[in-house]
Protein backbone atom coordinates (compact mmCIF):
# COMPACT_ATOMS: atom_id res chain seq x y z
CA UNK A 1 0.00 0.00 0.00
CA UNK A 2 1.24 3.66 -0.87
CA UNK A 3 -0.15 6.72 0.38
CA UNK A 4 0.65 10.10 -1.05
CA UNK A 5 -0.02 13.19 0.80
CA UNK A 6 -0.55 16.40 -1.57
CA UNK A 7 0.93 20.32 -0.29
CA UNK A 8 1.37 23.53 -1.97
CA UNK A 9 -2.15 24.30 -3.32
CA UNK A 10 -3.82 27.73 -2.33
CA UNK A 11 -5.21 30.66 -3.26
CA UNK A 12 -3.35 32.83 -6.42
CA UNK A 13 -3.71 35.64 -8.59
CA UNK A 14 -4.24 34.81 -12.46
CA UNK A 15 -0.44 34.74 -13.76
CA UNK A 16 1.35 33.39 -10.69
CA UNK A 17 3.23 30.49 -10.23
CA UNK A 18 2.81 27.54 -7.31
CA UNK A 19 4.36 24.25 -6.79
CA UNK A 20 2.25 21.49 -5.28
CA UNK A 21 4.31 18.59 -3.90
CA UNK A 22 3.24 14.87 -3.58
CA UNK A 23 5.17 13.45 -0.87
CA UNK A 24 4.93 9.04 -1.29
CA UNK A 25 5.23 6.69 1.38
CA UNK A 26 6.95 3.76 0.03
CA UNK A 27 10.89 2.15 -0.77
CA UNK A 28 9.88 1.77 -4.14
CA UNK A 29 9.42 4.78 -4.98
CA UNK A 30 11.55 5.35 -7.88
CA UNK A 31 9.54 2.35 -9.74
CA UNK A 32 5.98 3.89 -9.42
CA UNK A 33 5.01 6.45 -12.55
CA UNK A 34 3.91 9.16 -10.82
CA UNK A 35 0.55 11.52 -11.78
CA UNK A 36 -1.24 14.13 -11.62
CA UNK A 37 -5.11 14.95 -12.24
CA UNK A 38 -7.44 17.90 -10.96
CA UNK A 39 -11.05 18.41 -10.54
CA UNK A 40 -12.88 21.23 -10.83
CA UNK A 41 -16.52 21.51 -9.24
CA UNK A 42 -18.89 20.25 -11.15
CA UNK A 43 -16.39 18.29 -13.67
CA UNK A 44 -15.07 15.23 -13.86
CA UNK A 45 -11.67 14.59 -12.84
CA UNK A 46 -9.03 14.49 -15.76
CA UNK A 47 -5.38 13.96 -16.29
CA UNK A 48 -2.63 16.70 -16.00
CA UNK A 49 0.85 15.64 -16.16
CA UNK A 50 2.45 12.22 -15.73
CA UNK A 51 6.19 11.34 -15.40
CA UNK A 52 7.87 7.63 -16.11
CA UNK A 53 9.15 5.79 -13.63
CA UNK A 54 12.59 5.91 -12.56
CA UNK A 55 14.37 8.75 -13.82
CA UNK A 56 11.48 10.16 -15.02
CA UNK A 57 12.70 10.85 -18.67
CA UNK A 58 9.64 10.76 -20.14
CA UNK A 59 6.65 12.90 -19.23
CA UNK A 60 3.29 13.75 -20.52
CA UNK A 61 1.34 17.22 -20.43
CA UNK A 62 -2.14 17.44 -21.05
CA UNK A 63 -2.60 20.45 -24.21
CA UNK A 64 -4.47 22.60 -21.59
CA UNK A 65 -1.11 23.19 -19.30
CA UNK A 66 2.12 21.95 -21.56
CA UNK A 67 4.29 25.02 -21.63
CA UNK A 68 2.97 26.27 -18.16
CA UNK A 69 3.63 22.97 -16.35
CA UNK A 70 6.20 21.01 -15.19
CA UNK A 71 6.48 17.28 -13.48
CA UNK A 72 9.72 16.34 -11.81
CA UNK A 73 10.76 13.84 -9.11
CA UNK A 74 13.28 12.99 -6.63
CA UNK A 75 13.61 9.59 -5.71
CA UNK A 76 15.74 10.72 -3.23
CA UNK A 77 13.05 12.29 -1.47
CA UNK A 78 10.02 10.06 -2.56
CA UNK A 79 8.61 13.24 -3.64
CA UNK A 80 6.94 14.41 -7.32
CA UNK A 81 6.05 17.93 -8.16
CA UNK A 82 4.49 20.40 -10.35
CA UNK A 83 5.42 23.69 -11.17
CA UNK A 84 2.99 26.00 -12.29
CA UNK A 85 3.05 28.78 -13.95
CA UNK A 86 1.20 31.55 -15.33
CA UNK A 87 -2.03 30.31 -13.71
CA UNK A 88 -5.18 30.91 -14.76
CA UNK A 89 -8.85 30.91 -13.62
CA UNK A 90 -9.79 27.78 -15.13
CA UNK A 91 -6.97 26.14 -13.20
CA UNK A 92 -8.72 26.81 -10.34
CA UNK A 93 -9.68 22.63 -9.00
CA UNK A 94 -8.93 19.81 -6.63
CA UNK A 95 -5.27 18.42 -7.52
CA UNK A 96 -4.61 15.18 -6.94
CA UNK A 97 -0.93 12.79 -7.36
CA UNK A 98 -1.40 9.21 -8.43
CA UNK A 99 0.91 6.49 -8.63
CA UNK A 100 1.16 3.61 -11.05
CA UNK A 101 2.82 0.66 -10.00
CA UNK A 102 3.02 -1.34 -13.28
CA UNK A 103 5.50 -0.30 -16.49
CA UNK A 104 3.41 1.23 -19.63
CA UNK A 105 4.30 2.30 -23.12
CA UNK A 106 2.89 5.01 -23.22
CA UNK A 107 2.90 6.27 -19.81
CA UNK A 108 -0.43 5.93 -18.30
CA UNK A 109 -2.68 9.37 -18.69
CA UNK A 110 -5.86 7.79 -17.63
CA UNK A 111 -7.20 7.05 -13.93
CA UNK A 112 -7.75 3.73 -14.19
CA UNK A 113 -4.11 3.31 -15.16
CA UNK A 114 -3.29 4.61 -11.46
CA UNK A 115 -3.87 2.56 -8.36
CA UNK A 116 -2.72 5.14 -5.67
CA UNK A 117 -3.89 8.54 -4.92
CA UNK A 118 -3.68 11.70 -2.13
CA UNK A 119 -6.37 13.12 -0.78
CA UNK A 120 -5.95 16.40 -3.42
CA UNK A 121 -5.21 19.95 -2.56
CA UNK A 122 -6.88 23.07 -3.53
CA UNK A 123 -5.58 25.39 -6.46
CA UNK A 124 -7.52 28.71 -6.80
CA UNK A 125 -7.09 31.22 -8.88
CA UNK A 126 -8.48 34.54 -9.00
CA UNK A 127 -9.07 36.86 -11.84
Known amino acids: QVQLVESGGGLVQAGASLRLSCAAS????????MGWFRQAPGKEREFVAA?????????YYADSVKGRFTISRDNAKNTVYVQMNSLKPEDTAVYYC???????????????????WGQGTQVTVSS
Open 98 to 116: AADPRIRLPIGRKIYEYDY
Open 51 to 59: ISASAGRST
Open 26 to 33: TRTFSSYT
